[in-house]
């Protein structure tokens, strides 16, 4: 399965170098992020990922939303067109929050 718990989240980031991309909107974003994410909108039945997201199939990414429903459904979208190492964050930015991980804000 490609959803992970945040613990396994932060090795991924630490450990893979793992792209974090956040797919909410710019006012969640702004009100708070996993530090190193990029906040982007991707739209998987249409946009190319190599272009949306400029990664390779090889690249380790992290896709993050609010819940984790959004992040999922692109996930299985990128993995269907050969993303093996493309993750999901289980329960979204809530569940990292609920985790006390930290979060950056851009004020």
């Not at 945040?6 to 893979?16: G, M, R, S, T």
């Not at 909108?41 to 984790?68: E, H, N, R, Y």
């Not at 692109?74 to 929050?97: C, D, E, M």
Request: proline content about 5%; overall charge positive.
């Amino acid at each position: 399965m490609w959803a992970v718990q945040p613990q396994n989240a932060v090795e991924l980031i630490n450990k893979q170098s793992a792209v974090v991309f956040d797919l909410r909107d710019a006012t969640a974003f702004a009100g708070g992020h996993i530090v190193g994410s990029k906040r982007i909108d991707f739209k998987p039945a249409s946009d190319d990922p190599k272009a949306a997201l400029k990664i390779t199939p090889q690249t380790t990414c992290l896709l993050v939303c609010a819940a984790g429903q959004t992040s999922n459904k692109a996930v299985s979208a990128l993995r269907a067109k050969g993303y093996t190492s493309a993750f999901t964050l289980s329960g979204g930015i809530a569940n990292w929050q609920k985790e006390n991980l930290p979060l950056v804000a851009k004020g």
